[in-house]
Antibody
Framework: EVQLVESGGGLVQPGRSLRLSCTAS????????MSWVRQAPGKGLEWVGFIRSKAYGGTTEYAASVKGRFTISRDDSKSIAYLQMNSLKTEDTAVYYC????????????????WGQGTLVTVSS | SYELTQPPSVSVSPGQTARITCSGD??????AYWYQQKPGQAPVLVIY???ERPSGIPERFSGSSSGTTVTLTISGVQAEDEADYYCQSADSSGTSWVFGGGTKLTVL
């Protein structure tokens, strides 16, 4: 059974840092890109960024709203994806979801077919 | 920055057909994806690559694309389909992804 479990959320003051983890099981983690999506209270989904699989270079892409502050990394040996969040702002308050994404042989995404349950990050003084 | 535009709400009676649109300039060259989200739950992928349906998703869910607009169609809407629906796609470079603002589907 595929499972994605986020951890590391909580209350943090503006300007501080927090690292989220996404622990995966039930599939070959290294074959998948891993993405982070957030949802502020009562708002819609916002794409945060993703990290490609090693087969596609293991490179990262980020939304403009977090670029330069957030960093996504992965440890394929442990099947964990990370979201390092620095210089946090009140507007970063949201539930953060991790998702998996498979790219087919033509290089097209097959969509986020599994999501974690989400972890709440609250940025407040 | 790139944006996808969805109607805030759509309402239909049970058994009718619901159509939810999503517009974006890069949609002619980028695939679209659709997610269903019910209150308190994580989103669920219902359509990928414009019109493909993941296993386990009912056949009443379908997707189509025409120019700068993609459409999620739910035929024979059921009460359980009441949810928020989000489209997703990439910008013209393919490196930055975005979600539409979401459409609340109400089953009357």
């Amino acid at each position: 059974e595929v499972q994605l479990v986020e951890s590391g959320g909580g209350l943090v003051q503006p300007g501080r840092s927090l690292r989220l983890s996404c622990t995966a099981s039930g599939f070959t983690f290294g074959d998948y890109a891993m993405s982070w999506v957030r949802q502020a209270p009562g708002k819609g989904l916002e794409w945060v960024g993703f990290i490609r699989s090693k087969a596609y270079g293991g490179t990262t892409e980020y939304a403009a709203s977090v670029k330069g502050r957030f960093t996504i990394s992965r440890d394929d040996s442990k099947s964990i994806a990370y979201l390092q969040m620095n210089s946090l702002k009140t507007e970063d308050t949201a539930v953060y979801y991790c998702t998996r994404d498979y790219y087919d042989s033509s290089g097209y995404s097959l969509g986020y077919d599994y999501w974690g349950q989400g972890t709440l990050v609250t940025v407040s003084s | 920055s790139y944006e996808l535009t969805q109607p805030p709400s759509v309402s239909v009676s049970p058994g009718q057909t619901a159509r939810i649109t999503c517009s974006g300039d890069a949609l002619p060259k980028q695939y679209a994806y659709w997610y269903q989200q019910k209150p308190g739950q994580a989103p669920v992928l219902v359509i990928y690559k414009d019109s493909e349906r993941p296993s386990g998703i009912p056949e009443r869910f379908s997707g189509s694309s025409s120019g700068t607009t993609v459409t999620l169609t739910i035929s024979g809407v059921q009460a359980e389909d009441e949810a928020d629906y989000y489209c997703q796609s990439a910008d013209s470079s393919g490196t930055s992804w975005v979600f539409g603002g979401g459409t609340k589907l109400t089953v009357l």
